[in-house]
């Protein structure tokens, strides 16, 4: 079982930077794969950023690469998305999500197990 939670939120302004951690309870977090995940007001959970339990092979989306990158520190049970460069379409709920075993399609958020309650974040132009 693993209990995540979000922070690091908040409000920030076009080209500026934020840093959301995900914190989690319970051993299995260490090799628990996670991701993050986004929702904008009126729009679908969207697939944002992937990582494996070991911290290696990171898988973005089209729209966060090269701005966004996503890391975990296994020691202190805790996820994280540095985000750079952002945008107004940034500007979403951001969860964190993780699953006990192999994530077979990882941008299908149905495939994860656990999740966060999630962190607002909003991109002003």
């Known amino acids: 079982q693993v209990q995540l939670v979000e922070s690091g939120g908040g409000l920030v302004q076009a080209g500026g930077s934020l840093r959301l951690s995900c914190a989690a309870s319970?051993?299995?977090?260490?090799?628990?794969?996670m991701a993050w995940f986004r929702q904008a007001p009126g729009k679908e959970r969207q697939f944002v950023a992937f990582i494996n339990w070991s911290g290696s092979r990171p898988y973005y989306a089209d729209s966060v690469k090269e701005r966004f990158t996503i890391s975990r520190d296994n020691a202190k049970n805790t996820g994280y998305l540095q985000m750079n460069s952002l945008k107004p379409e940034d500007t979403a709920v951001y969860y964190c999500?993780?699953?006990?075993?192999?994530?077979?399609?990882?941008?299908?958020?149905?495939?994860?197990?656990?999740w966060g309650q999630g962190t607002q974040d909003t991109v002003s132009s």
């Open positions: 999500a993780a699953r006990s075993t192999f994530v077979p399609a990882i941008t299908d958020q149905y495939e994860y197990d656990y």
């Open positions: 319970g051993r299995a977090f260490s090799t628990s794969p």
